[in-house]
Nanobody, 117 residues
């Protein structure tokens, strides 16, 4: 079992920055990729960014150049640095963990990010 706990969400003005954290516990040796997703009420959960254990990353086009995902394997924690935030970035952000070959291990509980104009 893997447990994920997100933190760092909040209210920020457009153009501002936030840093989200997601700490994993439990059977963390099974984790390969970790990712951030976001979801608005009534909509599907969309990929924001993912990072492999080795550090390879992938981003949604909408956040490229503004968001950066990073990972501290020693702390079993993944981060999402969000800069130049826009009102359309307002969502609940979730982290996930997957094993090899890409089976879902766990979702976090979500953290609200609200960007005011």
């Amino acid at each position: 079992q893997v447990q994920l706990v997100e933190s760092g969400g909040g209210l920020v003005q457009a153009g501002g920055s936030l840093r989200l954290s997601c700490a994993a516990s439990g059977s963390t040796a099974a984790i390969n990729t970790m990712g951030w997703y976001r979801q608005a009420p009534g909509k599907q959960r969309d990929l924001v960014a993912i990072i492999s254990r080795g550090g390879s990353t992938n981003y949604a086009d909408s956040v490229k150049g503004r968001f950066a995902i990073s990972r501290d394997n020693a702390k079993n924690t993944v981060y999402l640095q969000m800069n130049s935030l826009k009102p359309e970035d307002t969502d609940v952000y979730y982290c996930d963990a997957k094993d090899w070959p890409n089976r879902l291990l766990s979702w976090g509980q979500g953290t609200q990010v609200t960007v005011s104009s």
